[in-house]
């Protein structure tokens, strides 16, 4: 799961409803491992390509869900191309 501290998909559909600055939508201190445990699910994070890869193949093998948070740059994009 990409992981960037904002609902970037609902900050890009506000824009294109020309309706910014939505509140509530930034998501600082999110731990996306800790709310997949609290679900019952495994949660781990992975920084690096190899992490990624390790965790992946143990969540192949894992009786049950698998949450891999991937922290990713922030970054703005166009819904529909203008």
Known sequence: MPCNGEYAILKAFA???????????????????????????????ARTADEIKTEFAKALQADGPTVIAIPIARQERALVAE
Do not use: M
């Open 15 to 45: 824009s294109l409803e020309k309706t910014p600055n939505v509140p509530a939508l930034d998501l600082p201190g999110l731990d996306i491992v800790a709310t997949a445990k609290a679900y019952g699910c495994r949660g781990v994070a």
